[in-house]
């Protein structure tokens, strides 16, 4: 027999599961439209898997990514540089500028947004880069309340081939402009960050940058990937898991 407490009881029931029902049609509804929304197909179909792959795994420390968010970044040598030095940084920088998303790269006297140091000598760069003493070069960044970078200063070490001098200004180069990180992958392609680093870049294709770093630095300039979008967002504008 059914009273009409228990009537009620049915109902009320009945009307739980039907608002259920339409909360997790809803959900469902909104998670479709969302990662249609996200996934950007026309845009990511213009980069091959590993160059989107350098780019997560480069562009984003802790998750999010640092990217400047001026149209002219001006760029200065602090010290002295042998002419072919200046040459072969204002050649890389025009070749940055002339990439698509890319800031223009403007040289200026004294300095810039972009500082190029290379001390005299090891033993001067050793001081100023004190636990990276090791290093063939380190970058210096200065970033803004929003996490977007204000000034960097870029140290090379003076002791080396002119090789290995323009390889490691490219490679500190791309830490400045945001692709902060060392790929875990192991590329087979030329790379300016990669791990196996001087042997990681091709010397026939200086003054410009490998493709995997060109292209890196093409889908972190452009306006999907907003300043500090995490790495989740860029996997799935991209369409990698
Ligand atoms: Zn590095």
């Given at each position: 027999?059914?009273?009409k407490?228990?009537?009620?009881h049915?109902i009320?029931i009945?009307?739980?599961?039907?608002?259920?029902?339409?909360l997790?049609?809803?959900?469902?509804?909104?998670h479709?439209?969302?990662?249609d929304r996200q996934l950007?197909?026309?845009?990511?179909?213009k980069?091959?898997?590993n160059?989107?792959?350098?780019?997560?795994e480069?562009a984003?420390?802790?998750?999010?990514?640092?990217?400047?968010v001026k149209g002219?970044?001006?760029y200065?040598?602090?010290s002295?540089?042998e002419p072919?030095e200046?040459?072969?940084?204002k050649?890389t920088?025009d070749?940055?500028?002339?990439l698509?998303n890319?800031?223009q790269m403007r040289?200026t006297?004294?300095?810039g947004?972009?500082?190029?140091?290379?001390?005299t000598t090891?033993?001067?760069?050793n001081?100023l880069?004190?636990?990276a003493y090791?290093?063939?070069g380190?970058?210096r960044?200065?970033?803004?309340l929003?996490?977007?970078p204000?000034?960097s200063d870029?140290?090379i070490?003076?002791?080396q081939t002119?090789l290995?001098i323009e390889i490691?200004i490219q490679?500190?180069?791309?830490h400045?402009?945001?692709?902060?990180?060392h790929?875990?992958?192991?590329?087979?392609?030329?790379?300016?960050l990669?791990r196996?680093?001087?042997?990681?870049?091709d010397?026939?294709?200086?003054?410009?940058l490998p493709?995997l770093?060109?292209?890196a630095?093409?889908i972190?300039?452009?306006?999907?990937?907003?300043?500090?979008s995490?790495?989740t967002?860029?996997?799935e504008?991209l369409?990698l898991?």
């Amino acid at each position: 027999m059914v009273t009409k407490r228990n009537q009620f009881h049915f109902i009320y029931i009945f009307n739980s599961y039907k608002k259920l029902g339409i909360l997790i049609c809803l959900f469902l509804f909104l998670h479709s439209c969302k990662s249609d929304r996200q996934l950007d197909k026309k845009f990511a179909i213009k980069f091959t898997k590993n160059q989107k792959l350098y780019f997560v795994e480069t562009a984003y420390d802790k998750g999010v990514n640092h990217k400047w968010v001026k149209g002219n970044i001006t760029y200065a040598l602090g010290s002295k540089f042998e002419p072919s030095e200046q040459d072969f940084i204002k050649k890389t920088m025009d070749y940055i500028s002339s990439l698509k998303n890319l800031p223009q790269m403007r040289l200026t006297e004294g300095h810039g947004d972009i500082t190029f140091y290379k001390p005299t000598t090891t033993v001067a760069f050793n001081n100023l880069a004190k636990d990276a003493y090791l290093w063939r070069g380190f970058t210096r960044s200065e970033y803004n309340l929003d996490n977007t970078p204000k000034k960097s200063d870029i140290f090379i070490k003076t002791d080396q081939t002119n090789l290995n001098i323009e390889i490691t200004i490219q490679h500190e180069l791309m830490h400045t402009l945001g692709l902060l990180c060392h790929p875990n992958t192991k590329f087979l392609e030329s790379s300016a960050l990669g791990r196996r680093f001087f042997n990681s870049s091709d010397p026939k294709i200086l003054p410009n940058l490998p493709e995997l770093d060109s292209k890196a630095l093409i889908i972190l300039y452009d306006k999907r990937f907003l300043s500090r979008s995490t790495q989740t967002e860029a996997k799935e504008i991209l369409g990698l898991k």
